[in-house]
């Protein structure tokens, strides 16, 4: 689309801020799916060192396990809401550059994703009250935590990610037309400063 008048570029301006509430829309329903997937993902990771670590897990009986549950799914609402209130500031999601590739994700947008995968980490102290013990370091490995069940690399790791991932391809959607749309605003208005910079340059001979 070229803009040739104001009407044109009012035009643009107006499908711009609609991709913009686009957006924000569907900000809205991945933070509704996440705070669903983050609580099961506790779930699962939880059940994962109970199964692995036998010796501690065999000497628990119904009153420990009771609080265990108890604990992690206490522990883990309490970040999951500290989460989606970070994740509730919008500018977070207009503030990226669109990438082509894994648009099923959310990890391009760094600024989200940065918020979201370390939610694993809000556990370890629960682990290690009920004599779960972390793993020692790994020079190998030095970015591995203490507990790897609690590993959250992308979606792919929540249990039935795919309406996440579709959200996710149709947030990538509309920050593309978003990005489009505000970068040919971008062109038109320095287009203009520049003309009329030239005509004030010219009006003086």
Request: hydrophobic share 35%; aromatic share 12%.
């Amino acid at each position: 689309m070229e803009i040739k008048s104001q009407i044109d570029l009012d035009k643009l301006q107006q499908r711009y801020n609609e991709e913009r509430e686009e957006i924000f829309k569907i900000a809205s329903q991945i933070l509704a799916e996440l705070e669903v997937k983050l609580l099961d993902f506790a779930n699962m990771a939880a059940e994962q060192v109970f199964k692995s670590n036998k010796d501690v897990s065999k000497k628990f009986d119904q009153t420990i396990m009771f609080n265990f549950k108890k604990d992690i799914r206490r522990v883990a609402q309490d970040k999951i809401d500290s989460i989606i209130k970070e994740l509730g500031d919008e500018n977070i999601w207009l503030a990226v550059t669109y990438n082509h590739s894994d648009r099923d994700s959310l990890t391009h947008n760094t600024k989200v994703w940065t918020i979201i995968k370390n939610f694993g980490e809000s556990l370890w102290d629960v682990f290690k009250k009920y004599g779960y013990a972390p793993m020692p370091p790994n020079p190998t490995q030095p970015d591995m935590p203490p507990y790897k069940e609690t590993v959250l690399e992308d979606i792919t790791k929540f249990n039935k990610p795919d309406q996440l991932r579709l959200l996710c391809i149709k947030y990538w959607f509309h920050v593309s037309e978003y990005c489009k749309f505000g970068n040919m605003i971008k062109k038109y208005i320095k287009k203009e400063e520049d003309q009329s910079l030239e005509e004030i340059w010219k009006s003086i001979e």
